[in-house]
């Protein structure tokens, strides 16, 4: 179970706060894969890096009992590091052993010598090859997952999307997108984050009428 307690996130801008998520109540719970439907700017990457714990909310607490990923397909790599070193890093984070990890990433990301070559010299496509094979060498109970989640060529982001498919049938997800179809793939259950607020859980089909009435459709 994933548990925001009156969750309040602002970010200072020119002349005063953006208020970014507003007082939410509201559960993730174990073993439900859960959307969450957002247009664009409606602060789905910022939830997630709140339910992850790469940021902290401004008031409120998160509460978790499960084995959270970092947000999927969003690297935050130190880029002044090589591939290794940040396996390693992350190896060490998760109290794994970083010589499996780095054969699992090596062999899946097929990056070859640029792995230890700084992260900073890398394409877009091959910082997401990097994050998507670290997220699937180390087990989650729970994968936070950025929309657009599959990258690269075609040939990768099939091999990802088959092993993806695989770890699945052991956790579970909880996914923002702006596409109702992307979140009927790959979860059973949604909510809606509209201007700041998140509303309560619901099946994808009681959802997806709503949030197409906000969008206009």
């Not at 939830?47 to 008031?59: I, N, V």
């Not at 999927?72 to 590091?81: A, E, M």
């Not at 992350?90 to 990433?105: A, F």
């Not at 877009?124 to 087990?139: T, V």
Request: hydrophobic content about 40%.
């Amino acid at each position: 179970m994933i548990q925001l307690e009156r969750v309040t996130k602002t970010y200072r801008i020119e002349g005063g706060l953006k208020l970014v998520l507003d007082d939410i109540d509201f559960v993730f719970p174990s073993g439900l894969s859960v959307g969450v439907l957002g247009m664009n700017g409606a602060g789905k990457s910022t939830l997630l890096r709140l339910l992850s714990g790469a940021d902290q909310p401004t008031s409120g607490r998160v509460r978790r009992n499960r084995r959270i990923s970092w947000p999927v397909s969003l690297s935050g790599f130190n880029g002044s590091l090589t591939g290794e070193e940040n396996v390693r890093f992350v190896s060490r984070l998760y109290g794994v052993d970083h010589r499996e990890v780095m054969r699992y990433v090596a062999s899946f990301t097929e990056l070859g010598d640029d792995l230890y070559q700084p992260t900073r010299t890398y394409s877009a496509g091959m910082r997401g090859r990097l994050s998507f094979a670290l997220s699937l060498a180390l087990d989650f109970d729970t994968y936070i997952v950025d929309e657009g989640h599959a990258t690269g060529d075609a040939r990768f982001a099939k091999r990802f999307n088959q092993e993806w498919r695989q770890r699945l049938q052991r956790a579970n997800i909880i996914m923002v997108s702006h596409r109702i179809g992307t979140i009927y793939e790959h979860c059973t259950h949604a909510a809606i984050l509209h201007q700041g607020k998140l509303s309560p859980l619901m099946t994808i089909d009681q959802a997806a009428p709503i949030y197409e009435y906000l969008l206009g459709v």
